[in-house]
């Protein structure tokens, strides 16, 4: 069954996905791209690589030092020929802007999101 065009998933799916709070400890234009950025992402377990088509949205220097909910086990992926360990959680509006999943409150490096 799907909703809105994508597959549910069952809890057992669902609880094996793990999330945390990450910060931005670096950022950097990827060459070969003019959408993506190569975040560097202190998880709380080590650094994580994260790439992601965000470009329009943010700018590498604006992004340092942010915290940021992300899904830390997800299979890596290589995109214009760099390894992404994880994804950074955005919403998107209706007219396709994007913006960071943020805390509301002040969190630690990661804590889990649940």
Known sequence: MTVDNKLEVTYEEFINMQFCIGEIVACEEVKKSRKLLCFQVQTGDGIKQIV????????PEEVIGKKVMVLTNLKPATMAGLVSEGMILSAEDKNGNLAFMIPEKEVEVGAEVC
Not at 52 to 59: E, H, I, P, Q, R
């Open 52 to 59: 992601s088509g965000v470009k329009d949205y943010y700018t």
